[in-house]
């Protein structure tokens, strides 16, 4: 299968993703910010997402997609650009949203700016 069709089933399970991310989030703790800080200073944006799904949205779809993607990226050796635009469409923006609405501003910006 090549990369871009790849993309677009990642694409379509994404967006079925979104519309079931209504999930109750949990507190943040620095433990989980730092992890995802951590992980973004080592280039590893899909696990932080992960990180930032499991932990702090608790959308367990969405997690398991984001595990589909780093079986891909270990697959293809690097992440493929269609997949990684795919990613940051259909996750990263949406994750942004959610903890934009969810917590507070400073709590917002502290996990934003981790990524």
């Keep these: 299968m090549d990369n871009k069709r790849v993309a677009q089933s990642l ?6 993703l979104t519309g079931q991310s209504r999930e109750a989030a ?3 703790s620095d433990k989980d910010i730092d992890e995802i800080a951590d992980l973004t200073d080592g280039n590893d944006h899909t696990g932080a997402l992960l990180v930032l ?3 702090v949205l608790k959308n367990r779809k969405a997690a398991n997609a984001l595990k589909a993607i780093i079986v891909l990226q270990d697959y293809f050796g690097h992440l493929p650009g269609e ?10 923006e949406p994750a942004m949203k959610a903890v ?9 910006e502290r996990i934003h700016g981790a990524f």
């Design 83 to 92: 997949i990684s635009k795919l990613r940051d469409k259909e996750f990263y």
């Design 26 to 28: 949990g507190d943040v």
């Design 100 to 108: 934009k609405s969810k917590f507070d501003a400073d709590t917002a």
């Design 11 to 16: 694409l379509k399970i994404a967006r079925e």
């Design 53 to 55: 799904y499991e932990k």
